[in-house]
């Protein structure tokens, strides 16, 4: 589904009607519904590449987030000196860096794979003997995937702690406005946003509205 569709205007219509009907506390789940119906649109075997990202990092993003907290309880705990905390910080960082890899090495290899086999393929002149591989490349997958490892990265050098819920890492992956087209989001710029209960409010909504008939205007006036 086309951002500049009336398709596109109509999901975001009843989403919008929906959202502001139901209890705050199922909002988080009305937008992670619409983001999985809306990549879903496009062929239900996509939904398996950002719901391997999410997967992956909500597992690899929490056994990170548990090691630290193990060696804040240690730190409260034993009252070491600073030497101490030094080398057991250090040692910790080593196991946290495996999982960081791993996580960089799965999801970047699953875009580098995708997008670049055939180009590699005929860059290597290999092109005429080999058959072209026949994969589905995911909408925005560089998107979900930088945005996903940027989480990644951000729990690994402890600028918050992980998300506990898969369900919301799903969303912060799969939310539907930006997964196509971008920004690539920081999670705690979007946190408030996506899991916060939000009433309905007039003034919020012309300026959004506005918001976005601006940005059509620069689609469709300039850009086009």
Not at 90 to 95: C, E, I, S, V
Request: proline share 4%.
């Amino acid at each position: 589904m086309a951002l500049v569709s009336y398709g596109f205007g109509f999901f975001c219509a009843v989403l919008l009607v929906l959202y502001y009907l139901i209890p705050g506390r199922y909002q988080w789940l009305l937008l992670l519904s619409a983001s999985v119906v809306f990549y879903g649109l496009a062929g239900p075997v996509w939904i398996l590449y950002p719901a391997a990202a999410s997967v992956s990092v909500w597992y690899l993003a929490r056994k990170i987030g548990r090691m630290t907290d193990q060696y804040r309880s240690w730190v409260r705990k034993e009252q070491p000196d600073r030497a101490q905390k030094k080398a057991y910080d250090q040692k910790l960082k080593t196991r946290q860096r495996r999982l960081l890899i791993l996580g960089l090495l799965l999801n970047f290899g699953i875009l580098a794979a995708l997008k670049y086999t055939n180009f590699l393929l005929h860059l290597a002149g290999l092109s005429g003997q080999m058959e072209y591989a026949d994969w589905i490349l995911p909408l925005g997958i560089s998107y979900y995937t930088f945005q996903s490892m940027g989480y990644l990265i951000d729990i690994y050098q402890r600028k918050y702690d992980p998300e506990a819920s898969l369900l919301r890492t799903a969303l912060f992956v799969f939310y539907f406005p930006q997964l196509t087209v971008g920004p690539i989001s920081r999670f705690d710029w979007l946190r408030e946003d996506l899991y916060s209960p939000h009433g309905f409010s007039v003034k919020r909504l012309t300026s959004g509205g506005q918001r976005v008939l601006w940005g059509y205007f620069k689609k469709l006036v300039v850009a086009d």
